[in-house]
Structures are given as C-alpha cells and as structure tokens.
C-alpha cells in the first residue's frame, strides 16, 4: 500500500484500508468508554483517528480522524507524558 501522509488521503481509503494503515503505521495511544463505545484514539505521522467499537457488536462502528488537538481532550487524563519530559 501507498504511503499515507496527509488526512485526507487516509478519509478516502474504504475501512478495512483504513483499518490496515492504523494497525501497520500508526500507534495506539489509549482508549476510552463513550456510553456503549469503546473508542481507541491512534496517532498517526500528520493526524489523529478515533475508532468506534460498540459492546456487544463484533464490528466497527465509526473511524474518524481530526487534526485538532481540541479533540483530545476526552483522553487527556489518561495520558501519561512524564517519559517524554524525562532527559
């Protein structure tokens, strides 16, 4: 597969390539429980994407990406930067 290296080239990629890109080049950062989800949040070389499961349904819901760093604020207390700081 081609080099994904903008957002808008991941947005037009069908979901299993999607899903193939996330798992291969990008890094799961965390995850959290929105209501009946379970969102994992990945971070990618230009962008963020968010992947929607449902409980109780073996499927994915939703994969979203954004660039915005206002959209991280749902997993802000949940993510750890003291590794980075340390020098």
């Avoid at 903008?6 to 299993?16: N, P, Q, V, W």
């Avoid at 209501?35 to 929607?52: A, D, I, P, T």
Wanted: charged share 25%; with cysteine.
């Amino acid at each position: 597969m081609q080099a994904i290296r903008t957002i808008k080239e991941f947005d037009l990629l069908s979901k299993g390539r999607k899903l193939a890109h996330l798992w291969d080049n990008c890094k799961l950062i965390t995850s959290r429980v929105e209501g009946n989800y379970r969102v994992h949040l990945y971070g990618c070389s230009f962008f963020y994407v968010e992947v929607w499961y449902k409980y109780g349904v073996s499927t994915i819901q939703k994969i979203g990406s954004f660039r915005s760093v206002q959209y991280l604020e749902p997993y802000l207390d949940q993510i750890d930067i003291r590794e980075c700081l340390a020098y």
